[in-house]
C-alpha cells in the first residue's frame, strides 16, 4: 500500500478512535443527552477531588485516563510527522482540555484537572511508542501501526456493537 493509502487510512482509523472517545468520554457510550446524569463540578487540584476516594488516590482512574490518550500520541506522530514533539504533545492537549470543557459545559461530568494531565501523559507515552517503531521498523513503522489500529479498531467496534445490542 502507498504512502498516500496508508495515510489515508491513517486518517480513517483515527476519526473513528476520536469518535468513540468522545462517545465514551464525553457521553458515557449513551445516544442522548437526556440519558446522561447533570452534574457540573470542577477540580483545579491535581490528585484531590474526583480523583480521590476514601481519602486515597483512585489510580485506575488515571491510568484508564492514560491508556485512553495513548492512541492520540501515536496518531499525532503518523499524521503529523513534521510535526515537533511539543506540537504533537499540544494534541493530545487540547482534545482532552476540549473534552473537560465540553464536560463542564454541558453539566455532564466533572472537569478535572488530573484528567488533563493523565491524558497527556497518554499522549506523550504515545508517542514514545510511536518513536519505538519508528526506530525498530523504520519505513514499515506507519504500516505495522496501521495493521493494529485496523484491528484493534475492528475489535473496538465488535465490542461496542455488542454492548448496544445486549443492552
Same mark, same amino acid.
Given at each position: 500500500?502507498?504512502?498516500?493509502?496508508?495515510?489515508?487510512?491513517?486518517?480513517?482509523?483515527?476519526?473513528?478512535?476520536?469518535?468513540?472517545?468522545?462517545?465514551? $468520554?464525553?457521553?458515557?457510550?449513551?445516544? *442522548? $443527552? +437526556? +440519558?446522561?446524569?447533570? @452534574?457540573? @463540578?470542577?477540580? $483545579?487540584?491535581?490528585? &484531590?477531588?474526583?480523583a480521590?476516594?476514601?481519602?486515597?488516590?483512585?489510580?485506575? +482512574?488515571?491510568?484508564?485516563?492514560? /491508556? %485512553?490518550?495513548?492512541? %492520540?500520541? /501515536?496518531?499525532?506522530?503518523?499524521?503529523?510527522?513534521?510535526?515537533?514533539?511539543?506540537?504533537k504533545? @499540544?494534541?493530545?492537549?487540547?482534545? *482532552?482540555?476540549?473534552?473537560? %470543557?465540553?464536560?463542564?459545559?454541558? &453539566?455532564?461530568? *466533572?472537569?478535572d484537572?488530573?484528567?488533563?494531565?493523565?491524558?497527556?501523559?497518554?499522549?506523550?507515552?504515545?508517542?514514545?511508542?510511536?518513536?519505538?517503531?519508528?526506530?525498530?521498523?523504520?519505513?514499515? &513503522?506507519?504500516?505495522?501501526?496501521?495493521? $493494529?489500529a485496523s484491528?484493534?479498531?475492528?475489535?473496538?467496534?465488535?465490542l461496542? *456493537?455488542?454492548?448496544?445490542?445486549?443492552?
Open positions: 500500500m502507498g504512502d498516500k493509502k496508508q495515510l489515508n487510512l491513517t486518517k480513517i482509523l483515527f476519526g473513528v478512535y476520536f469518535l468513540i472517545l468522545v462517545w465514551t $468520554l464525553l457521553f458515557k457510550l449513551n445516544f *442522548s $443527552l +437526556e +440519558e446522561l446524569y447533570r @452534574s457540573r @463540578s470542577i477540580n $483545579l487540584i491535581p490528585f &484531590a477531588g474526583t480521590t476516594v476514601n481519602g486515597r488516590i483512585h489510580m485506575a +482512574e488515571i491510568i484508564n485516563n492514560i /491508556i %485512553v490518550f495513548v492512541p %492520540v500520541g /501515536i496518531y499525532a506522530c503518523m499524521l503529523k510527522q513534521e510535526w515537533s514533539i511539543l506540537n504533545i @499540544s494534541i493530545a492537549f487540547f482534545i *482532552s482540555l476540549g473534552i473537560e %470543557v465540553l464536560q463542564f459545559v454541558l &453539566a455532564i461530568g *466533572s472537569t484537572i488530573t484528567d488533563l494531565i493523565g491524558n497527556t501523559l497518554g499522549g506523550v507515552i504515545g508517542i514514545g511508542i510511536f518513536y519505538l517503531f519508528a526506530k525498530f521498523f523504520k519505513n514499515k &513503522a506507519i504500516k505495522i501501526l496501521n495493521i $493494529l484491528s484493534a479498531t475492528v475489535g473496538l467496534v465488535g461496542l *456493537s455488542i454492548l448496544i445490542l445486549v443492552n
